[in-house]
């Protein structure tokens, strides 16, 4: 049996760009200027590109594209709890238990 090689060249320079897209917002634009889109104080273009790297360069680093995803939503979810002021011990604890509950049921 033939083992195929993964091309991983596609996905490492995706998550250059992207990286490097993030860079270059929170260098050169002004957080107000994206403070109030689409969802009033959320700076959604940040977690638009936050979000997508942060998953790519887990799910290459970890080589499992599902926990991942889950570690990624897990730091997006707690970023913006804490942009609104909601973040607190007893909520990233309950993040960590639903994406390990979530990881438990799916690799069952």
Known sequence: MIKRRKNY?????????????????IYWVEP????????PGLYLPFFLLFFPASLLTLALVLGNSRRGFLISLGITIGLILR???????LNY??????????DRYCSA
């Open 9 to 25: 060249l596609p996905s490492l320079v995706l998550i250059i760009i992207l990286w490097g897209l993030l860079g270059a917002l």
């Open 32 to 39: 107000e200027l994206v403070k109030d889109v689409l969802i």
């Open 83 to 89: 942009v609104y002021r909601l973040d607190n011990w």
């Open 93 to 102: 604890i309950l993040i960590l238990g639903l994406m390990l509950a979530v």
